[in-house]
């Protein structure tokens, strides 16, 4: 019985949380915009980006488009000044490869793990989307007992 009612209280609060990463991302964002970029394929974003240019180099539409391709973490993202930025990618067999970082406040937050894998989770799940890494660089605002949980628990890969 009291892993029914665990249960339940879990699946409510993920429900509120949900509910309430919506109600924040509907103050903050453009339906009409995340469509747009969201109806740009993502293979052709990568392939027209030079990553050798971080400045100038990207596509203008590959960071919103990624953006607009999370979930639930994207108000977390967004209500605490972050963003995704974007280190490398390639375009092999039509599918996606990825390295990507943080930006904003989001960089060295304490909650780096579970906002890590569930990125990874939200991009992975575009078809298009291969594999997804995150840009080793993150690293170093960590030290000690969270440096380690990133590499050896989270679950995502650093390059």
């Known amino acids: 019985m009291s ?3 665990a249960d339940e209280y879990r699946n409510q609060i993920r429900l509120q949380m949900h509910e309430e990463a919506n109600r924040r991302l509907q103050e903050v964002i453009d ?3 995340d469509a747009r ?6 293979t052709e974003l990568v392939g027209q980006s030079d990553f050798t240019n971080q400045e100038d180099g990207l596509h203008p539409d590959l960071v919103p488009s990624l953006m607009a391709r999370l979930g ?3 108000a977390s993202l967004t209500g605490h000044g972050g963003a995704l930025t974007v280190r490398e990618g390639e375009v092999e067999d039509n599918l996606v490869k990825i ?7 989001c960089v060295a937050c304490g909650a780096a793990p ?5 990125i990874q989770t939200d991009l992975l799940s575009d078809g298009s989307i291969q594999t997804v890494f ?3 660089g993150i690293l170093e605002h960590y030290d ?4 380690d949980f990133l590499l050896e628990k989270s679950g995502v890969t650093f390059c």
């Open 3 to 5: 892993d029914d009612l």
């Open 31 to 33: 339906p009409r915009e």
């Open 37 to 42: 970029v969201l109806s740009l394929p993502i």
């Open 72 to 74: 639930d973490v994207r």
């Open 99 to 105: 390295v990507v970082g943080l930006d904003g406040a």
């Open 114 to 118: 579970n906002t890590l894998s569930q």
């Open 134 to 136: 995150f840009d080793i």
């Open 144 to 147: 000690g007992i969270v440096k």
